[in-house]
Every structure is written in structure tokens, then in C-alpha cells.
């Protein structure tokens, strides 16, 4: 079939429509487990990720608030930026990393 493209065998765009839509799910998984703001795991993270937790957890929670309530939320999101850049580059990319949380 001369022309006929990647569909002339009946599976090629099939497939391939199978793996961009995977693609597109596993990256949508991805982005609704980070938090918008900060790019840390979410709370959404952190209650999948604890179920398959075989050993100890260590959780902190810190409080970066009052910026937002006395200057509004443009200001107060910066500390939460920092906050959120420091606790990334402290737990880095080795074991653990994953598990940082922006409360």
C-alpha cells in the first residue's frame, strides 16, 4: 500500500497513540504529586509514598507563616520559595530526598 502512512498495518498508530497517551498520564501523575509553589512532594505524595514504607519515617513540619496575612500573598509566597530551595538543596538527591514536604 503505497501512501497508506504508519496505519496501513493496522497497529503502528495505535501503538504509538497507546504510548504518547501513557507518556502524557505518568507525566500528569507527576505534576499532581508536586506542589506549584515550591516543587516539593505534596501532601498527595506523601500519603501514597508512607503506605509503601517498610522502615521509619521522619517528617517535619515547619511553618512559614504571617507574611501572607500582614503583606499579602505575593509576599508571603517568597519565603516559601526559600524555604523550599533550602530544604532541596540540604536533603539533596540522595536517599530520602523524595520525602521532603512543604508543610
Known sequence: MTGAGPDAAGCGGT??????RQAALDRAHGA???DGLT???????FD???L??????????IDVDGVNDREGHAQGDKPLRV???ALQ???GTG?????NFPW
Open 95 to 99: 536517599a530520602g530526598a523524595e520525602m
Open 52 to 61: 509503601h514504607v517498610s522502615e521509619g519515617v521522619n517528617l517535619a513540619v
Open 32 to 34: 499532581a504529586r508536586l
Open 48 to 50: 501514597d509514598d508512607v
Open 39 to 45: 516543587g516539593l512532594l505534596n501532601r498527595r505524595a
Open 89 to 91: 538543596a540540604k536533603a
Open 83 to 85: 524555604s523550599a530551595q
Open 15 to 20: 501503538a504509538g497513540h497507546v504510548l504518547r
